[in-house]
């Protein structure tokens, strides 16, 4: 059965940071990119970043392009979302979810339960 | 960007009724590469359809998807009670993997 577990809760104040981890089992991790989706409080769903399955390729929202770094470590089953200079329209739900391809058009077929990210001074 | 719009925002039907939910793209999706999701309160999105017509394993066939280019629906045959959520589509074809604003089915 796929898992994937957030982790990184917290209170941020504007203009700080936070690293994200999203430990995933189940599935041959390395096999699968994978991807944040984030859900501010009463909002839709947007995707925020996607990581190909070797770490090899990234792809960001252009909106949040150059604050986020996404990687991931195939040894230890996480990915990771490396935020900074937050914002309080960053605060949301952050999903980790799993594609179901190595890269390239793909939905996600797995979800975490999501990590709330709360920017507020 | 490939701008996803649902309608309507709020559908309010009744159980044993049909929902015929649509989503329209900006620009053509390629390969009908478009997914639905289901989202219930307090809950993550779950998959239900893929490729704008298939139906991930486990779904209830009562949950279909049709459209291609930029115009595609979610129709769900005979409502039950546990149908009652948000919708969302999303277009996996070229990125920004972008969401529709989702749709609330709601029990009338």
């Known amino acids: 059965e796929v898992q994937l577990v957030e982790s990184g809760e917290d209170l941020v104040q504007p203009g700080g940071s936070l690293r994200l981890s999203c430990a995933a089992s189940?599935?041959?991790?390395?096999?699968?990119?994978m991807s944040w989706v984030r859900q501010a409080p009463g909002k839709g769903l947007e995707w925020v970043s996607a990581i190909s399955g070797s770490g090899g390729s990234t792809s960001y929202a252009d909106s949040l392009r150059g604050r986020l770094t996404i990687s991931r470590d195939n040894s230890k089953n996480t990915l990771y979302l490396q935020m900074n200079t937050l914002r309080a329209e960053d605060t949301a739900v952050y999903y980790c979810?799993?594609?179901?391809?190595?890269?390239?058009?793909?939905?996600?077929?797995?979800w975490g339960q999501g990590t709330l990210v709360t920017v507020s001074s | 960007e490939i701008v996803l719009t649902q309608s309507p925002g709020t559908l309010s039907l009744s159980p044993g009724e049909r929902a015929t939910l649509s989503c329209r793209a900006s620009?053509?999706?390629?390969?009908?590469?478009l997914a639905w999701y289901q989202q219930k309160p307090g809950q993550a999105p779950r998959l239900l359809i893929y490729g704008a017509s298939s139906r991930v394993t486990g779904i209830p066939d009562r949950f279909s998807g049709s459209g291609s280019g930029t115009d595609f629906t979610l129709t769900i045959s005979r409502l039950e009670p546990e149908d009652f959520a948000v919708y969302y589509c999303?277009?996996?074809?070229?990125?920004?993997?972008?969401f529709g604003q989702g749709t609330k089915l709601e029990i009338k």
């Open positions: 979810a799993k594609a179901w391809s190595n890269w390239g058009s793909s939905g996600f077929d797995s």
């Open positions: 189940g599935f041959t991790f390395s096999n699968y990119a």
């Open positions: 620009q053509s999706v390629s390969s009908s590469y």
């Open positions: 999303q277009q996996y074809g070229s990125s920004p993997y972008t």
